[in-house]
C-alpha cells in the first residue's frame, strides 16, 4: 500500500513563507508524477502544481512565480515552497502521486494515490 504524507502546514501572516513536505512510502515518488493539489472549505478541489519524472513543472496561474514544486527521489519526497503567501491561498494541501511518470495532469481523476493533507492558513 503506498502512502503519502504531508507536514509542514500551519499559520502564517500575508506575505509570509511555508515548505510543505510530502513522504512517500514504498517507491511511489520514483517513477511517479508528484503534484500537489489544494481545498478551501465549502469549494472543490483544485490543482497547484506538479512535478513529472524529468522535473518537468507545471503550476497554476494564480501561483506562479509564488511557489515551488521539486523532488528528491534518493528520500521519496517532494516538497511545496510556498512564499509571498496570501489570504486566498488558505487550505488543505494534499499530495498526489501518478503512475504514469511524465503526465502533466491537472485534474483530480489523474492520480492514483492521495496523502490527508496539511492545512495552510493565511491571515491578513
Known amino acids: 500500500q503506498e502512502q503519502l504524507v504531508e507536514s509542514g502546514g500551519g499559520v502564517v501572516q500575508a506575505g509570509g513563507s511555508l515548505r510543505l513536505s510530502c513522504a512517500a512510502s514504498?517507491?511511489?515518488?520514483?517513477?511517479?508524477?508528484m503534484a500537489w493539489f489544494r481545498q478551501a472549505p465549502g469549494m472543490e478541489r483544485e490543482f497547484v502544481a506538479v512535478?513529472?519524472?524529468?522535473?518537468?513543472?507545471q503550476y497554476r496561474d494564480s501561483v506562479k512565480g509564488r511557489f515551488t514544486i521539486s523532488r528528491d527521489n534518493a528520500v521519496n519526497t517532494v516538497w511545496l515552497q510556498m512564499n509571498s503567501l496570501l489570504p486566498e491561498d488558505t487550505a488543505i494541501y494534499h499530495c498526489?502521486?501518478?503512475?504514469?511518470?511524465?503526465?502533466?495532469?491537472?485534474?483530480?481523476?489523474?492520480?492514483?494515490?492521495w496523502g490527508h493533507g496539511t492545512q495552510v492558513t493565511v491571515s491578513s
Open positions: 498526489a502521486a501518478s503512475k504514469f511518470g511524465l503526465r502533466m495532469a491537472v485534474g483530480t481523476d489523474a492520480y492514483d494515490y
Open positions: 512535478i513529472n519524472i524529468h522535473d518537468k513543472t
Open positions: 514504498g517507491r511511489t515518488s520514483i517513477g511517479y508524477a
